[in-house]
């Protein structure tokens, strides 16, 4: 059987949860970092040298980075549905999954780290204040994108969609500016009244 390592109040974690559920596919979910430990186990670092969450196992193999285990987990069970089997379209959405890490993972975890996790006496007031900056205008961009688009990548749900939409979740949650992006508000909307959203991304931060 499929299992999963991490603690379900991890955005990377709640992408691959969601992910799984989506395609119906049997998994266990072993509660790992934060309060719950175990990945700094040695047994652990061994599979994963990063000691972070999540990791998976799957027919003896292991993988590590949420995005690479959702192109694998697509491409493993999702073939025309979640994962395109267009080259051009899957290049789309793999395009897009690196523009979630490489332009919002940069302004969101400093915003939620400085605002949720972090005492108000001890917070970075500029770094979130220029997180904030960078996510709307990566925020812009992909409302542009979704102008007459229902999803991110072609007609359906794609693991483009779930990378990014659990990181916007995340924004719209965080008790900071919103600009109103109609495309993105759109999309975000129906997206997240998906039942397998629902039970794996919460509507709170922790």
């Known amino acids: 059987m499929l299992k ?4 379900r109040n991890s955005i990377n974690v709640q992408k691959v949860l969601w992910c799984i ?28 040298p990063n000691g972070l969450v999540p990791t998976i196992e799957h027919d003896g193999r292991m993988l590590w980075e949420s995005n690479a285990i959702l192109r694998y987990l697509g491409s493993q069970f999702g073939r ?35 605002l949720v996790r972090t005492a108000p006496e001890k917070r970075n007031t500029a770094a979130i204040e220029a997180g904030e900056a960078r996510l709307m205008k990566a925020f812009a961009a992909l409302n542009e994108h979704l102008s007459g688009r229902d999803y991110i990548v072609g007609t359906g749900l794609t693991i483009a969609d779930i990378s990014i939409g659990c990181a916007v979740n995340r924004w719209y949650l965080l008790d900071i500016k919103h600009p109103d ?25 922790s």
Not at 4 to 7: A, I, P, Y
Request: proline residues 9%.
């Open 4 to 7: 999963v390592w991490g603690r």
């Open 21 to 48: 559920d989506e395609m119906g596919v049997a998994y266990e979910q072993i509660d790992a970092g934060m309060q719950f430990g175990v990945n700094s186990e040695p047994w652990f670092l061994a599979i994963n």
């Open 80 to 114: 025309g549905t979640l994962c395109p089997v267009d080259p051009y379209e899957y290049a789309q959405a793999d395009m897009w999954m690196d523009w979630q890490l490489g332009m919002v993972m940069p302004g969101l975890n400093p915003v939620f780290l400085g």
């Open 181 to 205: 992006y109609p495309h993105l508000r759109a999309w975000f909307a129906r997206i997240s009244q998906r039942p397998m959203f629902r039970k794996n991304v919460p509507a709170d931060l």
